[in-house]
């Protein structure tokens, strides 16, 4: 079974400062995602940024980058040059690789409410 | 190309009633996730369809279930519900199963009475 936290229920940031949200998980597998999602008042699961297990170097996307320690299960997401629109709850979420029972299932953390300041 | 679609965006219903949610998905997607989203228990996995096949099921009562079409658009049902069903239920489409990413709907937000 696989678990994520996240241990940071809110954070908040003034526009165009760097954030850091925190995740860890356990799991058991060798191969497994992991994913970054934003959840607006929309409520629409937005995915943010995605890391395979057995790439060692981290992944980016534009602002979005993550801290991957595959040792120490952590998975955080740093935003840089924060904007008023990166208001939203970030859910941190594991997915086992293919081959197992899990199929496509999202194992999520609990998610941080993240502010953004003007 | 249009985005995953759930209808209805919003439902209230009575304690003892069944409900039908839809999903769908992303054209050219086969499989269907479904979750629950509640603030005490944030999201959980219900259940995932591919190819009309339930591949996967999550840890909940059996009088939540669901259902996959030939065009892979999918439907869970809910019968006999409870306060505790209140809850936003996302749907979740991908390509295949397993690796790929999952594009999620806006959701339907069910309030049981």
Not at chain 1, 35 to 62: D, H
Not at chain 1, 78 to 94: E, H, T
Not at chain 2, 22 to 32: A, F
Request: charged residues 15%; proline residues 3%.
């Amino acid at each position: 079974a696989q678990t994520v936290t996240q241990s940071q229920p809110e954070m908040s940031v003034q526009e165009a400062e760097t954030v850091t949200l925190s995740c860890t998980y356990d799991t058991s597998e060798s191969d497994y995602y992991l994913f970054w999602y934003k959840q607006p008042p929309s409520r629409q699961m937005i995915l943010v940024i995605r890391q395979e297990a057995y790439k060692q170097q981290n992944a980016t996307e534009n602002r979005f980058s993550v801290n991957f320690q595959k040792a120490a299960k952590s998975f955080s997401l740093k935003i840089s040059d924060s904007q008023l629109g990166d208001a939203a709850m970030y859910f941190c979420a594991s997915k086992r690789d293919a081959g197992g029972t899990s199929y496509g299932k999202l194992t999520f953390g609990q998610g941080t409410i993240l502010t953004v300041h003007p | 190309k249009a985005g995953v679609t759930q209808t209805p965006r919003y439902l209230i219903k009575t304690r003892g009633q069944q409900v039908t949610l839809s999903c769908s998905p992303i054209s050219g997607h086969r499989s269907v996730s479904w979750y629950q989203q509640t603030p005490g228990q944030g999201l959980q996995f219900l259940f995932e369809y591919f190819s009309e096949t339930q591949r996967n099921k999550g840890n909940f009562p059996g009088r939540f279930s669901g259902r996959q079409f030939s065009n892979s658009r999918s439907e869970m049902n809910v019968s006999t519900l409870e306060l505790g069903d209140s809850a936003l239920y996302l749907c979740a489409s991908s390509r295949l199963t397993g690796t790929t990413e999952a594009f999620f709907g806006q959701g339907t937000r069910l309030t049981v009475v």
